[in-house]
């Protein structure tokens, strides 16, 4: 018993880390949330082919109805990065039996993908179809990312991390032409509508105006709040004025101010 007392530190580090020296004993790591697992950086890579299962989830099995993925092994780490359930969603299939292509085709957590695979499918396909020639495919400006919210070292790691957060460029439509949701030029109606679909399908929005990382592409994520809380913060902003006969400065009507658009919320300062 003695021995196996004097045995049992070794026998626990070379359980944990594979090391058989005291010295190396590392210090006990946060505890990580419980679909991520603990890794070892350097020992196993991202994609390995040996994890990818046969077993379909619940969430898999909705996903192959509306969409075209292909199975990821879970992603692990480093840190707190990763998630179970990955899948790579190339395309969403509408009802019609067309499909539209997401390029390239974004690493997402199975529920995040079928997030994404709704929304395309019921809201924004629709949309365009109703004012013009029909949608083709999305381009993805970012999916599964390793990194802190913004690109800012040290930061709260992103909802990228955990595959749960896309940020959209544009829509390319059957005629070729690109639509950016960012653009000014864009009808506004049209992207009061695209902001209002993204507000209600995910709990975080982000586009011009939101902090000054989104003006040029919108992220969608489906990050879980205290009390369900949600954050929409997308600036639809006003095209420029159409060019008018030039009038003298003494007519120019002094500015009005501008009344504060309430959509900065409590969750306030958090950036993705
Ligand atoms: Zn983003």
Redesign the pocket.
Known sequence: MQRVRQLFPILLIAAIGGVASAEDVPLPRPRPAPDFVPFAESARPFFDPAELTTELSDCRKRLNEIAVVEPLPRLIGPGECGGSDMVRLRAVSLPDKSSIALMPPPDLRCRTAEGVAAWVRDEMAPKFSAIGPPLRSIEN??SYDCRGRNRVVGAQM???GKGN???VRKFRLANGKTVDPTDVNVPKDFRVSMREAACSRFTTV?GPGSDG??ES?I???LAERRGGYRLCQWNVREPPPPPGPEVALTDVPLPQPRPQIPEQSADGGKK?
Do not use: M
């Open positions: 400006y970012d992103s909802e990228h957060a896309l940020d982000l990382y989104h592409h992220h969608l994520d993705h």
